[in-house]
């Protein structure tokens, strides 16, 4: 018998092999079924992985503790990286999928962008809605042409424009693939970000 993953999840089997799985994280609040709606949308056939943030503030399940909003605790941080990362390559062996592609929102988008940089090798690629820098000193990775997109709001009260400038700097610097689109919203998602995931997805 395999070893419990250790995350609550859903894990949904996708009709077209051909197509990258995509490892759905979701925001401060959320659970492990918020993303499955947009999954299905953006990457129609994919396999879905969405596992539950394992830390609660008060009830809402996040993945990684913070000290205020926009301030992590980054101990904290590298740890449940790790474990994410760990989660992610029992399931691939479990359910036997090849690296996903991550779809994150804000608090699930800041985990994903921690993994980028802390465990390269465990994504395919990764969209990032409403992201911000995870790790006040990154550490160096290898993400020599991996795509990434980032899309930020121009009106978010959360992560402010030079901060997503900064999370899109620190990936291409270490060579991803990144495209970034700042869009009239704030924090919440709209239908322009839905036609840019649609656009992008269709490319992997
Ligand atoms: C975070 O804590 O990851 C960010 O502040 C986004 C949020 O969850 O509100």
């Not at 994903?112 to 390269?120: G, I």
């Amino acid at each position: 018998m395999k070893a419990d993953t250790g995350f609550i999840h859903v894990f949904e089997q996708g009709s077209d092999p051909a197509r990258r799985p995509l490892l759905l994280l979701h925001g401060t609040g959320g659970d492990e079924r918020d993303l499955l709606g947009l999954g299905r949308t953006v990457a129609p056939g994919a396999s879905l992985l969405s596992p539950r943030g394992k830390l609660l503030e008060g009830a809402a399940p996040r993945f990684f503790r913070r000290l205020a909003e926009g301030v992590f605790d980054e101990e904290d941080l590298r740890r449940r990286t790790d474990e994410l990362a760990d989660f992610v390559l029992e399931a691939r062996e479990r359910y036997g999928l090849p690296a996903p592609i991550a779809l994150g929102f804000s608090n699930g988008a800041n985990i994903a962008a921690a993994m980028l940089l802390q465990r390269p090798d465990v994504l395919a690629g990764a969209a990032l809605l409403r992201a911000m820098v995870p790790f006040a000193e990154p550490p160096r990775a290898d993400l020599k042409g991996k795509p990434v997109l980032v899309l930020s709001g121009a009106l978010d009260p959360i992560v402010p424009a030079s901060n997503a400038e900064r999370l899109v700097r620190q990936l291409g610097d270490n060579g991803a693939a990144v495209e970034h689109r700042v869009l009239p919203a704030g924090h919440g998602l709209g239908q322009a970000d839905l036609s840019l995931l649609n656009d992008w997805f269709a490319r992997w």
